[in-house]
Structures are given as structure tokens and as C-alpha cells.
């Protein structure tokens, strides 16, 4: 494999532009031609240092190089149109134009200065001689040449912005594709969780009673083939594109699960379905599943207390029992942190506290979207 670097006479990001300019170095080549002896050979290194001042500020615009460059550049203008013919000082575009690549004020605002200063020095040298009928054309010229630094870094300050907003887009399709494997990775703990605890209640249940109840157990086989096959049917969503839960649903799967588990359940809901975005529905579900899966794995609960009432602007779950509490340690387990990562999207609060039981106390806004009174035109 070739790892050798190609030469480039400019940057290939700048395309040709670079070499557009070049034809006005005829200027000073044509002007110097007319000069004799030492001042046109003098004339014709300068012409070459000149060449070479633009092909490293091309190549070197990232670099503490770049500045001196540039000064280099500056001066050679300065000296064309001094000691040479004074038209050269519109060879000042060269270094117009790399002076528009700062992006600081402080660098930009002292290489401006200096700029116009080379200007303004030979023009004072050459006053005298310069036709008062051709400042009509050479005003606007100048003018022109002190703005493009302007221009240029305008122009320059535009295209960071738009490369800081491809990599700004890289990074949120990039965040978005991790949020998305979290969200599936919750929604299967949430999920799949609830579900096989059930049927692991289900399943110890029918193995105490296949002796003594056999039509029980046989009963309850059949309840563990349909609970298996909604499982079955939550994933296949989950891999599509996960339906979102209302609380009503929610509800009657958590009244299955307490009800299996042996625990006695008290639930209030007082809540306006059509008011609450199905957003807030789905997450508040979610906490509420995780919420009774963790009374029914770990609590060793006899009862529990499920109120959701909503508020002018928000809805509050509390979810109670009368179990042995939070275990030290257990707190940041997967179930309550995806609980939290899920409350942080939509600014939810929650807190949980563990005396004389568990109590989890969640407080979620309603966002609703403002409808317009009058219908756009």
C-alpha cells in the first residue's frame, strides 16, 4: 500500500479557486518586464516570494505559520506598489482575501489595521502622481478591496457553521440510534419482565397444585399459554415499533399480576382519558408495570394501593405497599433507572421512599398542543 502523500499545489478542498487568482500575478510579471537590470531581476524574486507566500497561506490556514505568511505577503504588496508602479497596490486582494479566514476579532481586527496601513503609506508616497480623473475608477476598486476581508470571513464564519452542523447531525443520529437500542432495552425489561414474572407465580402455583387440584392447575396451565402468547405479541411490537400503553390497559395487566402474586389491591383513578396525551399515558404505564413488578419480585407484599388523579397541568401516580421496604443497594437496579431515564423525557419528578413499606410517588406534566382558533389562510 502506497502511503506516500501526493503533492498538491493548493488544498484540493478549495477547488480552483486558488488558481483563479493566479492570473492576476500578471500584473506585477508584466510591470517588473519593463524594468532593467538589478531592480528586474530584484523584481522578478519578489514576484516568486510572492508565489510562494500564496501557496503556504493556502496550505497552512490552520497553522501559526499562516500569520507570518501573511505579513510576508502584505509587505511584498507594499513594496510592488512603491517601487514599482503604484496600480500594484491592487494586488492587496491577495491578502484581502486571507485576511477573511480569522475567525478570532483579535487577530482578524490587527492584520485588517495592518493591511490598511500598507495601503495607506504608498498611496501618501504616491499622491502626487496619481490622475485626479482615474480616482473615479480607482476609488470604488479600493473601496471593494477594504471590504472583502468582510466578505470573506462572513463567508467562511457560514460554512463552519454549516460543518459544525453536519457533525452536529452525526452526533444526534448517532445519540438517536443509542437512545433508540435504550429505549428497546428498556421496553424488553419493562416488558418482558412483568410477563415472566407471571408466569413464574404462574408456574409455582400449578406445581403445588397438579396433586391436590389437577383441575386447577390445569386451569391455570391454560391462563400461563395465554399470557406467554401476549408476550409473544408485545415482542413482535417491541421489534416494529412499540405500541403506546394507557393507563386503562396498564391497569388491568397490573390487576392480573397482583392478583396472581396473592396481593390484595386497592386501585383509584380519577383522570380525564381524552386530557392526558398519549405520551404521558404510555410513560406513566411503564412506571406503573415496573413499579407492581418489583412489589410482586421483591416486597413480599400482601397489599397494595394504586392512585392515579390528575391535576390542572399534571398527573400524579403513587403506587403503595405494605412490604419490607427498599433493600439497600437495590435502588439503582435497571427497572427504577430506566423508570428515571424514561420521567426525564418529558421533565417527570419522582421520589421513593421506604417506611412502613415502599411508597413511589410520580408527578408527570401534561403537554398538550395548543390548537389554533382560526385556520391559517
Sequence with gaps: MDTKKRFELFPRRYGFFPYIFLVYVLLPIM????EEGIKQIVGFLLVLVFLLSYRQLYSSIEENRFNYWLVIQILLVMIFSIFYDPNLLFMGYFPANFIGYYSGKKYFYYFYSLFVLSLLIPIGISWKDINPNSLIFLIPFFLIMLISPFGIRSMNRRMDLERQLDLANEQIS???KKEERM???RDLHDTLGHTLSLLTLKSQLV????????ESAIKEAKEMEGISRAALKQVRELVSDM???TIRE????VQTTLQAAGINTEITIDMKDSEVPLLSQN???LCLKEAVTNIVKHSAATTSKVAIQQHIGTIELIVQDNGKGLEEGRNEGNGLLGMQERLELVDGKWRISSSNGTTLHIVVPIIRKERRKEEIW
Design 183 to 185: 429505549r428497546i432495552a
Design 207 to 214: 406445581g403445588k397444585m397438579v396433586y391436590p387440584q389437577p
Design 283 to 285: 410513560i406513566i404505564s
Design 31 to 34: 510591470q517588473v518586464m519593463k
Design 174 to 176: 448517532y445519540l438517536v
Design 250 to 253: 396498564a391497569i388491568i395487566e
Design 243 to 245: 405500541r403506546a400503553i
